[in-house]
């Protein structure tokens, strides 16, 4: 246990740096140069990536006891029994996440600095990224599920903030609520999951939980797999994965770096990073950890069906997100933590690339996001094809790009597990065929072939803000996976556990590998048959099969299969019952009814203030005299005599 | 001789002539329009009132009630006099005497 403020790695300025930055470009990033705006949005994330290096430095070199805490000084929640502390717990998985959160996150700063620089609103938009930073450090660095949470809403409202960020637009307006509001059922999951872990453990600490729940076997199943359910909920809203995926989408309507940095690198990640951290919890229910398996795989499969036929080049890659974090889940769900957290590093590097490199051509082409009006950019954009490139073969698996190493770990440890674990295997496998071919769909689209649009004429150039960024991270993407599965599940062993079981052998390691590089490569040569050699079969595709393209096109009609049970049915509820009836009908009717009375009273007694000194006088004069009858005539006297009267007639 | 008079009139009497006079005062204060007999109606309400202090004081054989009056008499020359000087200058603004006309502070 460590203050805050004796000597140590100080990571509580990992948090507070960032939010220092927002509060001096949010209160006075209008009135200062845009130079110093700059400074400021960017020294906050470079700071802090700097304490997580020292701090890395320190627990690699082996100085460090780990789990390293750092508390503060004064509690946060002292109430009988429960003592919930400000703590900030440094440990291997902490430390791989702290380094993607501040890594990317200052990349994509560096990123947003040309990107933005047209735009008004330039001071909000570095506040607005600077505090999701802080809620981002806040939910990694957390000791206690409570904790925890204030980082969950945190990143949960900056991403609101900043997926609404050109609020005057209807549709980012609309979006930001919907991934507000679909992210409270989640979080509603995790409120309960919270206040069922406090009734049965009576604390929040993660160390704490996981010391009981190791100290007593009877953990099992029960209440620990009602408590798991409840934090997968919310990380199934967090992560956006089936039934509560629909957010992500639509979240595509922010500024592009905030869809590379929050709605692909780091926040939609949180949910792996909150199931890894409870793993404990997961670990003690079969059923729980099976269910984020399926949910993991059905989401992969279902997002990258849709992802074939998105025509919005930012849509596509949020469905590949979501496919991805689907990836995920199934590590998570087979109980290859370090997978998991392992495909969780090389997504943040490959797919912050490839949503910058997005919003590269989208900036050089003039704001147009739609595939088919794109066409032929690998002339005029060279450093982007190049790093798109990157992206596209490490995400589709290809060795020896990073997304190729991660993948491999999580396919092979559900197919290692054996049994139900082969069909999750299967349908990764087929979910990597359909990532490689929308990916190189996308590839082929953007860059090949001949310009189908004037905007794709016409370009502006390129900063070098945008691009240094973009070739890091395409170093990145081709190096982040050499370390290998092996020596990372060895480094995060004591903070996720040891590796699934090694039922398999390497020589079943080597086949499983080969099988996926060569339905990765298939995938590209589907795309190139369709989108290079015979550009016109897709449209010939779409039409001999209509319904079918018509069902994944629309994206199963999920959307508007919520709208028609969940939305409508609420929305008619509010407007008639809570509208008309509780609010106009009741509440309006109770304060017209009051109004009324003291309209009608006022009606009457103003007539006392006829503004005649003399009717004042008379009133006083009248007031002394009833002032006076009242005190000189013997009243009881009076009503003694007028009752003796009655009784006195009663009586005969 | 003054004094043989004196007991021989009863306590109630001066009361009743002190009421009296009390109710001429409120009366004339509240239908006359003029100021200066409203202003007169309060004095007559205020000898009203001596009336009975003097009566109480002479019949309990009590000199407070006297000094009492005394004390009024003085307060009310006092209000005679700012009274009368507010008076004259109502009159200099607003040309006339009628007490609903001048029922606003503004002019």
């Known amino acids: 246990m460590t203050s805050f403020l004796s000597n140590g790695l100080h990571l509580w300025l990992i948090p507070l740096l960032p939010f220092a930055g927002f509060l001096i470009n949010g209160l006075l990033g209008r009135r200062m140069p845009k130079a110093l705006v700059t400074t400021v949005a960017l020294l906050a994330p470079l700071a802090a990536f700097g304490i997580v290096l020292n701090a890395g430095w320190a627990l690699c070199s082996g100085q460090l006891q780990v789990p390293y805490i750092e508390t503060c000084p004064v509690g946060w929640i002292n109430a009988g029994a429960l003592h919930i502390d400000f703590s900030f717990v440094l440990d291997q998985l902490s430390l791989v996440m702290l380094l993607v959160v501040t890594g990317v996150g200052f990349i994509i700063h560096v990123y947003s600095v040309g990107y933005m620089n047209d735009e008004d609103g330039y001071a909000r938009y570095f506040s607005y990224l600077n505090l999701f930073l802080f809620f981002m450090t806040v939910l990694v660095l957390a000791g206690n599920a409570l904790l925890m949470f204030v980082g969950w809403e945190g990143v949960g409202l900056a991403s609101y903030l900043l997926i609404g960020f050109y609020f005057q637009k209807n549709s980012a307006a609309n979006a930001g609520k919907k991934a507000f509001i679909v992210n409270r059922i989640g979080d509603l999951g995790f409120l309960i999951g919270m206040f069922l872990l406090l009734a049965n453990f009576g604390t929040l600490t993660f160390s704490e939980i996981a010391t009981k729940l190791g100290q007593d076997a009877g953990w099992q199943g029960g209440v620990v797999t009602v408590i798991a359910f409840c934090l997968l909920l919310g990380a199934t809203g967090k992560s956006a994965q089936l039934p509560l995926y629909i957010w992500l989408p639509d979240a595509m309507e922010g500024p592009t770096p905030v869809s590379a940095l929050i709605h692909a690198a780091t926040m939609v990640t949180a949910g792996v990073y909150m199931i890894a951290r409870n793993h404990v919890l997961f670990d003690h229910s079969p059923f729980a950890l099976g269910t984020v398996a399926v949910v993991g795989a059905a989401t992969a499969l279902f997002a990258a069906t849709i992802g074939l036929v998105q025509n919005d080049i930012k849509r596509v890659l949020a469905y590949s997100t979501i496919s991805q974090l689907g990836y995920m889940f199934l590590g998570c769900g087979v109980a290859a933590y370090s997978a998991a957290i392992f495909h969780l590093m ?3 590097f490959f797919k912050a690339l ?16 739609d595939l088919r009006k794109m066409g032929g950019l690998w002339k005029k954009l060279p450093v982007t094809f190049a790093v798109t490139t990157v992206g596209v073969l490490a995400i589709a698996g290809f060795p020896p790009f990073a997304g190729f190493f991660s993948k491999d770990a999580i396919l092979y440890a559900a197919f290692a597990q054996g049994g139900s674990g082969r069909i999750l295997w299967f349908v990764g496998l087929v979910t990597a065929l359909l990532t490689s071919f ?14 189908r649009s004037e ?11 945008m691009l240094a960024p973009l070739v890091i991270l395409a170093l990145l993407s081709i190096c982040g996976g050499w370390i290998g599965i092996g020596p990372f599940s060895a480094f995060l062993a ?15 390691e080597l086949i499983l590998t080969g099988v996926a590089v060569f339905v990765a490569f298939l995938g590209w040569l589907i795309a190139d048959r369709l989108y290079r050699q015979k550009p016109e079969q897709p449209a010939e595709l779409a039409a001999a099969l209509p319904g079918t393209y018509n069902l994944v096109a629309n994206k199963y009609y999920v959307d508007e299969f919520y709208g028609a049970t969940v939305v409508k049915p609420l929305l008619a509820g509010s407007k008639y019952l809570l509208g008309w009836v509780v609010d106009s009908a009741i509440l309006g009717g109770a304060a017209w009814l009051l109004a009324g009375i003291a309209t009608f009273a006022g009606a009457i007694l103003q007539r006392w203030q006829s503004g005649n000194i003399r009717s004042y006088a008379a009133w006083l004069a009248a007031g002394a005299a009833a002032v006076l009858l009242f005190v000189v005539v013997p009243w009881s006297a009076v009503l003694a005599s007028l009752s003796a009267i009655h009784f006195g007639v009663a009586g005969h | 001789m003054n004094s043989l008079l004196l007991q021989d009139i009863p306590l109630s009497w001066y009361l009743l002539l002190s009421a009296a006079l009390f109710c001429l005062g409120v009366v ?32 309990w054989h009590a000199v407070k009630g006297q000094i009492f009056v005394f004390f009024v008499m003085m307060v009310a020359a006092a209000e005679a006099a700012v009274g009368l000087a507010i008076i004259i200058a109502v009159f200099r603004a607003r040309a006339t005497l009628a007490v609903d006309r001048i029922d606003l502070m503004k002019l």
Do not use: D
């Open chain 1, 346 to 348: 090389t997504h943040a």
């Open chain 1, 354 to 369: 490839l949503f910058l490199a997005a919003g590269s051509v989208i900036h050089a082409i003039g704001g147009e996001q």
């Open chain 2, 28 to 59: 004339g204060f509240l239908i006359k329009r003029n100021l200066i007999t409203v202003f007169m109606s309060i004095e007559l309400m205020l000898n009203a009132v001596n009336l009975s202090f003097v009566t109480f004081a002479h019949e």
């Open chain 1, 438 to 451: 929308y990916m190189f769909r996308l590839w082929y689209l953007t860059f090949l072939g001949k310009p």
């Open chain 1, 494 to 508: 004591p903070s996720v556990g040891p590796r699934a079981s090694e039922a398999g052998s390497a020589q079943l």
């Open chain 1, 455 to 465: 905007a794709a004429h016409h370009h502006h150039s390129t900063p070098w803000s």
